[in-house]
């Protein structure tokens, strides 16, 4: 397979990646728990010319390893351009304290246990038992700004990982093995590491060890084969990344403290909401009801997200069976989410006592969406994320995204039709709520625009993850909006004596009356309710003097 086909395949999965991402961002809902996306991905792999990416870069946006033990089981060697290589691994690792101050526990590395390569019968045979050296497997290490020092270019062609005829004249490299350039920073880096088969040996081991990280950055890892009797390959093993405060990457660790802080805001909501809700239990609404679930939804999907990432930070593994609860509660988090502002904006519980022949369509719906959100959740963080094509990660995201987008539309187009209700009863009270929750939900979706145009450009603008201590803003952001808005509903729906004023009602008279009442009431001045009792005194009065005439 010649080096321009193999460059092409690979910004061709990076492209669809992209795509993918871009289109859950554009029918992204406000409210939605936030993508918890793979870190490997990036956006920016199809935007610049493969002469100047390195074919085996962009892998590492395609097929990295979202945590910090990565395991290798039978992992078989791609061929890319004129290398065979494995992806290793890519995360963001923060440099160790200063080693003279600093204790083991908290130094920064990446570490290599039980690393063995095998090779064909047909590839060993092709080689003397007494041959030294009879196949070169070599471990590359590197940080993302160091990614051109991997690989060169004769005459300006295409980039090329392994050193030809050519560009050992012009570069002075081996022939056979990795062109490594020294970094500008430190000689040292990139780092590679030789492994060897000897004889007709089928397999050969690495030796394990330690590479100790000095300095903050996107590190990746790859293990790299020049000879072309090696393409077949196979590796096992494992290696540990590891930075000062545990096993949790760089790029995640931020969200573990973030957690803890919305786990402490939801606590302070739940306190609020109950005390309210319990106090007024006489008065509580069928809506208010359904409001308190998501609240206590929301506060275990934060707690377990906490904890699953202290786990992760601990032990350098996500358990399968932790990891699905998390995101199977999230799952039913946001589904209950939007079932909860559809229904709202329906006019649930106020200007309808049920939803009538529409609970059928929206329980479908909420069905729907929950098993679209359980199989895309799962597909991204419980550890099959490697084994899924771009393709197929396509067709788990698109119905998720159409249903978030047509849930969007239904949610307006009923919000529109209850607003018309109410004005058209001259119901102020709750027509004055209701503008309020649209306006809530205007500022969420300009919000959500806003900050879609944002992440796009972040991006965009880092094809190699090197923002990668920030990127978990985009993250928490969904978070915070998705709780603020649930704010808002709590305030304009808490529950108090006057919970009933918000209540459906048969008499429409009636209604209107209470209404007219307690609003003519609260604006008007003392002089003005006593005259109103005294013309109603002097009604009876002249009443009881027609009785006795």
């Not at 100047?52 to 945590?67: D, E």
């Not at 038992?129 to 070169?136: E, N």
């Not at 077949?232 to 403290?257: C, I, Q």
């Not at 972040?458 to 928490?476: G, V, Y």
Request: glycine share 6%; charged share 20%.
């Amino acid at each position: 397979m010649s080096e321009s086909s193999n460059s092409y395949d690979t910004i061709q999965t990076e492209s669809l990646t992209a795509r993918r991402h871009s289109l859950l961002l554009i029918l992204h809902f406000p409210s939605s728990l936030p993508l918890r996306q793979n870190w490997g991905n990036s956006m920016g792999g199809s935007s610049f010319s493969v002469q100047w990416l390195p074919p085996f870069l962009l892998l590492t946006f395609v097929s990295s390893i979202n945590a910090s033990i990565h395991l290798y089981d039978h992992q078989g060697f791609r061929e890319v351009g004129n290398s065979y290589l494995l992806s290793g691994g890519s995360e963001g690792i923060v440099a160790s304290p200063n080693p003279s101050t600093a204790t083991s526990h908290v130094h920064s590395f990446i570490r290599f246990e039980n690393i063995t390569f095998s090779r064909s019968k047909e590839a060993a045979d092709q080689h003397s038992d007494t041959g030294h050296g009879t196949g070169l497997i070599q471990v590359v290490i590197f940080e993302a700004a160091d990614r051109d020092n991997i690989g060169g270019s004769a005459y300006g062609g295409q980039r090329s990982i392994c050193c030809t005829p050519d560009l050992a004249k012009l570069e002075g490299c081996k022939q056979g093995e990795v062109i490594r350039i020294p970094s500008a920073t430190d000689i040292d880096w990139p780092i590679v590491l030789n492994v060897q088969f000897s004889g007709k040996s089928l397999s050969a081991s690495m030796d394990d060890s330690k590479v100790p990280i000095t300095k903050t950055g996107m590190y990746n890892l790859f293990f790299i084969s020049c000879d072309p009797k090696l393409k077949d390959l196979v590796m096992n093993g494992k290696t540990l990344w590891r930075n000062p405060d545990g096993y949790l990457p760089g790029r995640m660790a931020p969200l573990m403290k973030f957690y803890v802080y919305m786990s402490l805001a939801y606590v302070l909501l739940c306190v609020t909401w109950f005390f309210q809700y319990m106090r007024f239990w006489k008065d509580i609404l069928q809506l208010q009801h359904c409001i308190t679930v998501v609240i206590a939804l929301g506060l275990f999907e934060m707690v377990l997200w906490y904890f699953e990432f202290e786990n992760f930070n601990r032990t350098g593994i996500r358990p399968v069976g932790i990891t699905t609860w998390v995101v199977t509660v999230g799952a039913v988090r946001r589904t209950v989410s939007r079932l909860l502002i559809l229904s709202v904006s329906m006019g649930y519980g106020v200007v309808r006592p049920t939803l009538g022949g529409l609970t059928s369509k929206v329980l479908l719906i909420g069905l729907t969406y929950f098993v679209a959100t359980e199989l895309l959740d799962i597909t991204e963080y419980v550890g099959t994320i490697n084994d899924v094509s771009g393709r197929a990660r396509l067709f788990l995201v698109l119905p998720d995204a159409f249903l978030d987008a047509f849930l969007i539309l239904w949610i307006f187009t009923s919000l529109s039709k209850t607003l018309e209700q109410l004005q058209a009863k001259r119901s102020s009270v709750k027509l004055d709520t209701y503008r309020k929750f649209s306006n809530a939900l205007a500022v969420a979706v300009i919000a959500s625009v806003v900050w879609i145009g944002y992440e796009v450009y972040f991006k965009a603008t880092d094809p190699f993850n090197e923002r990668w201590q920030s990127a978990w803003i985009i993250t928490a952001f969904w978070d915070i909006l998705a709780f603020g808005l649930l704010c808002v509903i709590c305030y304009l729906w808490a529950p108090s004596q006057s919970s009933q004023r918000y209540a459906y009602s048969e008499e429409k008279g009636e209604e209107f009356d209470d209404e007219e009442t307690q609003s003519l009431t609260r604006g008007m001045p003392e002089g003005d309710i006593s005259l109103a009792k005294q013309e109603n005194n002097s009604e009876e009065d002249e009443e009881e003097e027609d009785k006795r005439e």
